[in-house]
């Protein structure tokens, strides 16, 4: 019997009109799209069942039967987490928190784990929640059980001791499943349950990043920057660029709890400094948000280039300020992607990565060669470089930086040498004119090195 799956029915009743107007109100803004909660109620069947994910632990799943008919029949498997690379400890005033054993380095894979549990955000079965609950956990291994009864309950701050009920509103993270967004968007959306993800706690300066692997159903945690022995290994709750007052609202609202990490409560925090420093760089790249403060009307990286008003380091200073306020507010998990288009690209090491490749491409362009050697060093090692022709781009610049594309362009085109500004101007327009595309300005570009200095 555990093995086979249940068939939970539709239920009869009608949910209170109150209760669906709000729910409605909820999926209708966040989907778009017409739902109806009391129709969803009256015409959903769900299955209950084991989903072949078995490794580590096994996992079950409620799901609807629409939804579980899409689902692919087969998951990748993952290897084992290694337990030596975590310990589970007591925090001061959060309970238990997981804490590095190892050195991990900056992007390295701290985690990936598989749910033990995925059902989904609305469910209106014909039984008892309480039901289904006891049909689904009775399939679970006594080991899983074990560590589940163990997890925190962050409302009560109590560990959970005695009902399903309580565990799974509070330590579940939201996922989606593989299955088409259309015509149901809400089907997609399912809340799991993790037996070690779970353990890490927030803080607004994290130093890991949880993202959800739908194609694998997996979650996978990376480090964001180094993360020594002994540290906690920690994640953001709640968007860190949001302003102390918007953190402290969204995790009493979602969470439950008042935040006492590091930039939240250190003696003698200026807390309006704070606010400002973090608007500022998650706004950097934003034209249009970024109309006061450090970073507001700094010029465009070719504009910089051709007009000799424009102060020297004007945007070196600004990308070096940028990043040692990255590094005070432990937001090295800011990734704003600016915009989309040719010479926008994903980068990386986030935003980071962005000001590295900034600064050294003004060097680059100013012809100092000792910083833009610094610089193009950190913006080889801030990308992963397994790439062997990207290995190959990065050598030939920091062998030889008058093959860097942007070489020298902020002295000629100030220079007003016409013949070198008409030269450099063609180089601009073609990027392989050179006749060595992995050296030319259309490498850099896809190394998404270009497109990120224009503001
Ligand atoms: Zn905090």
């Known amino acids: 019997m555990r093995y086979k799956p249940s068939?939970?029915?539709?239920?009869?009743?009608?949910?209170?009109?109150?209760?669906?107007?709000?729910?409605?109100d909820r999926l209708r803004t966040a989907t778009n799209n017409p739902f109806d909660f009391a129709e969803h109620v009256r015409h959903r069947t769900y299955v209950v069942r084991s989903l072949p994910i078995a490794h580590p632990h096994e996992c079950v799943v409620m799901l609807d039967a629409g939804v579980d008919a899409l689902l692919p029949s087969d998951f990748p498997s993952l290897p084992t987490v290694s337990e030596a690379d975590f310990d589970v400890n007591k925090t001061p005033g959060k309970g238990l928190g997981l804490f590095a054993r190892r050195l991990f380095r900056c992007n390295e894979t701290v985690l990936v784990e598989?749910?033990?549990?995925?059902?989904?955000?609305?469910?209106?079965?014909?039984?008892?929640?309480?039901?289904?609950?006891?049909d689904m956990f009775g399939r679970l291994s006594a080991e899983v059980l074990q560590a589940i009864r163990s997890l925190p309950?962050?409302?009560?701050?109590?560990?959970?001791?005695?009902?399903?009920?309580?565990?799974?509103?509070?330590?579940?993270?939201?996922?989606?499943?593989p299955v088409p967004r259309e015509p149901f968007a809400e089907l997609a959306t399912h809340k799991a349950l993790f037996l070690t993800a779970t353990r890490c706690n927030h803080s607004c300066g994290p130093n890991?990043?949880?993202?959800?692997?739908?194609?694998?159903?997996?979650?996978?945690?990376?480090a964001v920057r180094q993360i020594n022995p002994g540290d906690e290994i920690t994640i953001a709750y709640v968007p860190p660029h949001l302003p102390f007052d918007g953190r402290r609202e969204a995790l009493l609202d979602g969470f439950a709890f008042e935040c006492h990490c590091l930039h939240c409560v250190q003696p003698g925090i200026d807390i309006r400094q704070s606010d400002a420093n973090r608007h500022a760089v998650c706004t950097f790249w934003d034209v249009d948000k970024m109309t006061s403060g450090p970073f507001a009307k700094l010029p465009a990286f070719d504009k910089w280039c051709l007009e000799p008003s424009i102060p020297a380091y004007i945007l070196i200073d600004a990308h070096r300020r940028a990043l040692d306020i990255i590094q005070d507010e432990g937001l090295e998990i800011l990734d704003t992607h600016p915009g989309s288009g040719p010479g926008h690209h994903a980068h990386p090491h986030r935003d980071v990565g962005r000001h590295i490749d900034a600064i050294a491409m003004c060097y680059g362009a100013l012809e100092d060669a000792d910083n833009f050697l610094i610089w193009i060093r950190k913006a080889a090692a801030a990308r992963e470089m397994d790439d062997p022709e990207q290995k190959l781009v990065f050598s030939k610049w920091m062998s030889n930086p008058m093959s860097f594309p942007v070489w020298g362009w902020r002295k000629v085109f100030c220079a007003g040498d016409a013949e070198e500004v008409k030269r450099l101007s063609k180089d601009m327009e073609n990027g392989d004119e050179k006749g060595d595309s992995t050296v030319g300005l259309a490498a850099c570009i896809k190394m998404?090195?270009?497109g990120f200095v224009g503001k």
């Not at 068939?7 to 409605?24: F, G």
């Not at 890991?208 to 990376?222: A, C, G, I, M, P």
């Open 448 to 450: 998404g090195m270009f």
């Open 208 to 222: 890991s990043k949880w993202e959800w692997d739908e194609k694998k159903l997996s979650l996978v945690l990376t």
């Open 114 to 134: 598989h749910p033990v549990v995925i059902m989904p955000y609305l469910v209106g079965p014909s039984v008892p929640l309480s039901d289904v609950y006891a």
């Open 7 to 24: 068939v939970v029915r539709p239920c009869d009743q009608i949910p209170p009109v109150e209760l669906c107007a709000k729910v409605n």
């Open 153 to 177: 309950c962050p409302s009560s701050g109590k560990d959970f001791k005695d009902s399903y009920e309580t565990i799974l509103p509070t330590s579940t993270i939201a996922i989606s499943l």
